[in-house]
């Protein structure tokens, strides 16, 4: 211990001593104007060559990463001569950080992580706890995120800019849209009455989400290719499907289809809009919702009016169930 302490302000005393700091001050301004404009003409370069606009953002971002990071070491090495002061400049770097800078450290460390297992990039499309947006930035200490849903529907922006540490990537489970297979299973339930030809509208539906699937089933059988070379997925069909199922007040029939991440309500739009249409052209199909039948005596059902004709004096009685036909009229 006592060595410790009498090396580390000797250390500090050749380090700042009296004749080297002139000319380390002018060598640490060369350094930095030096390469500043080493990132200026090489960004205008870019500029020039790279027109895609997402590709010329990665190219700068990187660029700075790895210019700043020469920079920083090219300044270390005129500040600290010798293998041994840069050995201890680390050494005591090392343990401040580890006691002081706990939060800074693992910010960094989650942006390597990102770096070098690219679990998403700017662009992608991810969900961070219960955080969801478009990634447009990633930095050493963070990552930004446009946030999209919470009060708008159907993943909308919102136009929140949301900042996200980077530790986080450690704690929290990470969802990508977009990133290794960019399509998502997306569900839209249409009930029609029992009254209504259900196997006409199941026919219907499949008929009007086919068209609509027409364009993405080839590029989605190649992206599924592709994923399949990293990871074990498999899907037994991409084409879309329609099911069928039973509620208390008509029968469901659920489309399962693909759709790209960002065009989930345009598809559902473009769907609802033909399904309307269509069964507004044919009597036979009705939707069905939550509604209460009202009857007078006369206009019951028999086996209503059976059973009332064995109370005592019903003249104008009613009754109400819960579900039945889209022709009632709700309340």
Known sequence: MDSITEQVPAFFRDVFSEGNVTLQLIETFAVIVIFWLLRNVIVRFLSNRVH?????????????????????VFI????????????????????GLAIALRDPVSDFA??????????????????????????IDIRMMKFTLLEIGNWVEADQSTGRVIHIPNQRVFRENIFNYTSDF????????????????????????QEVVDKLMADF??????????????????????????????????VRLTVRYLSAPRKRRKMAEDFWEEILDRFNADPTLD?????????????????????????????????SDNGGGARANPL
């Open 52 to 72: 895609d606009t997402a590709e010329r953002y990665r190219w700068r971002k990187n660029l700075g990463t790895i210019l700043t990071f020469l920079t920083f």
């Open 76 to 95: 270390v090495q005129i500040w600290f001569d010798g293998i041994g002061s840069l050995a201890t400049f680390f050494g005591l770097l090392s343990a």
């Open 110 to 135: 989650g942006w390597l992580f990102l770096v070098t297992q690219r679990t998403f990039t700017v662009g992608d499309r991810i969900q961070v706890g219960n955080v969801k947006g478009d990634v």
């Open 182 to 205: 960019e399509f998502i299973w997306n569900e839209i339930a249409v009930v029609v009455t029992f009254e209504s030809d259900w196997k006409k509208a199941k026919a219907l539906l």
């Open 217 to 250: 089933k080839p590029t989605a059988e190649k992206e599924l290719r592709r994923a399949s070379n990293l990871y074990l997925i498999h899907f037994t069909h991409l084409t879309p499907i329609v099911y069928t199922d039973v509620t208390d007040f008509g």
């Open 287 to 319: 939707f069905a919702y939550p509604t209460t039948r009202f009857y007078t005596l006369n206009e019951a059902p028999p086996e209503f009016m059976s059973a009332s004709s064995q109370g005592a004096g019903m003249k104008g009685t009613s009754t």
